[in-house]
């Protein structure tokens, strides 16, 4: 199969002219998914194909938290998602404004949560509430 650059059907592909020329009307790049995220998202969906709707039905916050996908990656996602009709807006962070760190240590951080959430921890904000031993008996 051809990598193409979507899997969701493209529209007016192609379209022949009133004098029978191919008129070639391929939606432009950037349109486009890029193929690292197309590739995390079947990941997340386990099967090759998906729709943006279900992409954006799993929210900001799932797939910031999906492997794979980083910054940038959340960034290509919401664009193609806005150019198919839908909005991904991250979830507002109420509370203490966050202190600015360098990038290299936030990338650090980052990549240290992502790591422990595949192993099935929590990792949660500070001043979060979380029920402790929720289940316990």
């Not at 029978?20 to 998914?33: D, E, F, I, R, W």
């Not at 909005?87 to 404004?97: Q, R």
Request: aromatic share 6%.
């Amino acid at each position: 199969m051809a990598d193409d650059m979507s899997d969701c059907p493209a529209t007016n592909a192609s379209e022949t002219s009133g004098d029978g020329q191919s008129v070639s009307a391929v939606p432009s790049a950037a349109n486009q998914l890029p193929t690292l995220q197309r590739n995390a998202l079947r990941k997340i969906f386990d099967r090759h194909e998906f729709t943006p709707e279900e992409v954006a039905a799993l929210g900001y916050r799932r797939l910031q938290q999906a492997e794979g996908i980083g910054n940038k990656g959340l960034a290509a996602i919401t664009e193609w998602l806005g150019l198919h009709g839908f909005e991904l807006k991250p979830p507002e962070v109420a509370g203490i404004p966050r202190q600015h760190l360098p990038k290299r240590i936030r990338r650090n951080i980052e990549s240290a949560v992502r790591l422990l959430r595949t192993h099935g921890y929590v990792v949660q904000q500070e001043g979060e509430n979380f029920p402790e031993n929720k289940g316990a008996a």
